[in-house]
Nanobody, 122 residues
């Protein structure tokens, strides 16, 4: 069983930057893809970014492309660098891990973190 622990959420002004991290443990040897999703009240969880463990190839949602960067430190830690933050980026951000190829659908991921709140507000 894989455990995922997120850190780094908080309050930031529009246009500011924030970084999130996610550490995986317990069965992480089999992880092939890790990613970030976000969710706001009353809405479905939406894809933000993902990174493949094998070759560090990345994928981004159109809404964050050019502003967010996902990266990997070793096999067990991923980061999400968020810049030029907008009000609409406010959400709970969840780290996810998959033993397969992941993708953009939440249902493809096997393991989830507890989530960390990101609030963009002036």
């Amino acid at each position: 069983q894989v455990q995922l622990v997120e850190s780094g959420g908080g309050l930031v002004q529009p246009g500011g930057s924030l970084s999130l991290s996610c550490a995986a443990s317990g069965g992480d040897f089999f992880i092939r893809t890790m990613g970030w999703f976000r969710q706001t009240p009353g809405k479905e969880r939406e894809f933000v970014a993902a990174i493949a463990q094998f070759d560090s190839s990345t994928a981004y949602a159109d809404s964050v492309k050019g502003r967010f960067t996902i990266s990997r430190e070793g096999k067990n830690l991923i980061n999400l660098k968020m810049t030029s933050l907008k009000l609409e980026d406010t959400a709970v951000y969840f780290c996810a891990a998959d033993w397969g190829s992941g993708g953009r659908l939440p249902g493809n991921y096997d393991f989830w973190g507890q989530g960390t709140q990101v609030t963009v507000s002036s």
